[in-house]
């Protein structure tokens, strides 16, 4: 972490936002506790094949409320197993401020009409929890 809590230090200082990946709960909430702008949570078991469940809905919930406890001004995304547009309601109704999709949109039968049908859902989702 000394690593990271130097770049984060330079990237303040210089006033660029800071953005930091995290595997897990326990993650979170040591990288919140360096204070980046932006914390993105991703499982690996998830990253480009998985798929969500209730576990990692309830993550969703956890680890918001882990980061906010901790500092809450850093914006929470959730991101791996984002396979549709469904997958992009779930994770913003669940309480994310934010998610992220690669391989649910490049492996798509149709790219463009699956970026459409998850922008569509975080619209959405966040009309129906704002």
């Not at 330079?10 to 995290?22: F, K, S």
């Not at 204070?35 to 919930?61: F, H, Q, T, Y």
């Not at 680890?63 to 994770?91: E, F, M, R, T």
Request: contains cysteine; negative net charge; aromatic residues 4%.
């Amino acid at each position: 972490m000394d690593a990271l809590q130097r770049t984060m230090k330079r990237a303040d200082e210089v006033e660029l936002a800071t953005m930091v990946c995290a595997d897990n709960l326990e993650d979170a909430a040591a990288i919140a506790m360096l204070e980046p702008n932006i914390i993105i949570a991703e499982s690996p078991e998830l990253i480009g094949m998985g798929k969500r469940g209730d576990d990692d809905r309830r993550a969703i919930v956890k680890i918001n409320q882990i980061v906010w406890n901790i500092n809450p001004k850093i914006l929470v995304l959730h991101g791996a197993g984002i396979s549709c547009g469904q997958d992009v309601y779930d994770v913003i109704a669940g309480g994310a401020q934010g998610t992220g999709s690669t391989s649910g949109i490049v492996l798509a039968k149709d790219p463009f009409a699956m970026l459409e049908e998850m922008i569509s859902s975080v619209r959405a989702a966040w009309d129906k929890t704002h």
